[in-house]
């Protein structure tokens, strides 16, 4: 099964701080997501990455930056955390080329609260 | 444009009852559709897929969908809801791309 890793399951930051949430996934996918998930809003994408190097700003990019030096690793960047920040972040990764279909492969979440 | 909606953000089923949990969508193109568990302070599994052929998915543990075009819909039916099946459930669309749009999500509580 393919396996999508998110470095920390839990993370508490104090405002202003520069946080790096990593994710790596093990089966050559080319795509890759950041969202993040607050309750009655459900899963919003924050950027996604169809190859390396390359990335794309998805619905809410706003406070993000990302990275994506290699194919396995997609790194989400708080570049100057605040409180609304504090959320569910999930990483997930798909194999599907630009015509989806296969359906996402999602990471177990990194739960980030800044203080 | 494409989006979704998932009708009641709670829903509760006595154990041993029919789970109905609805999703309707809206599309440019044939969609493919998508429905995702989540666990308490997990991430998402997916449960099951249309997105071409046979409009009954059948997906994990017992859950399966209709695709059914002209209501545009995609709702989630377990015949026999059992305590395990607590959780939160996802529905989402793809116009044939990479990019999915997620629902808001539906909490499932089973009662014993």
């Known amino acids: 099964d393919v396996k999508v890793t998110q470095s920390s399951r839990y993370l508490v930051k104090r405002t202003g701080e520069k946080v790096f949430l990593e994710c790596v996934q093990d089966m050559d996918h080319e795509n890759m997501f950041w969202y993040r998930q607050d309750p009655g809003l459900g899963l919003r994408l924050i950027y996604f990455?169809?190859?390396?190097?390359?990335?794309e700003k998805g619905d809410i990019p706003e406070g993000y930056s990302v990275s994506r030096e290699k194919k396995e690793r997609f790194s989400l960047i708080l570049e100057s955390a605040s409180t609304n920040q504090t959320s569910m972040y999930l990483c997930?990764?798909?194999?599907?080329?630009?015509?989806?279909?296969?359906?996402?492969?999602f990471g177990s979440g990194t739960r980030l609260t800044v203080v | 444009a494409q989006s979704v909606t998932q009708l009641g953000s709670h829903v509760s089923v006595s154990e041993g009852a029919l789970v109905l949990l609805r999703c309707n969508y809206s599309s440019s193109v044939p969609p493919y559709l998508f429905w995702y568990v989540q666990y308490p302070n997990q991430g998402l599994q997916l449960l099951l897929k249309?997105?071409?052929?046979?409009?009954l998915v059948k997906g994990i543990n017992g859950f399966e969908a209709e695709f059914k075009k002209s209501e545009t819909s995609f709702h989630l039916t377990k015949p026999s809801a059992h305590m395990s099946d607590a959780a939160e459930y996802f529905c989402?669309?793809?116009?044939?791309?990479?990019?999915?749009?997620f629902g808001t999500g539906t909490r499932l509580k089973v009662l014993a």
């Open positions: 989402a669309v793809s116009s044939r791309t990479y990019k999915y749009i």
């Open positions: 997930a990764s798909d194999a599907s080329g630009s015509r989806g279909g296969n359906g996402y492969t």
């Open positions: 249309y997105t071409t052929g046979a409009t």
């Open positions: 990455s169809y190859d390396v190097k390359m990335k």
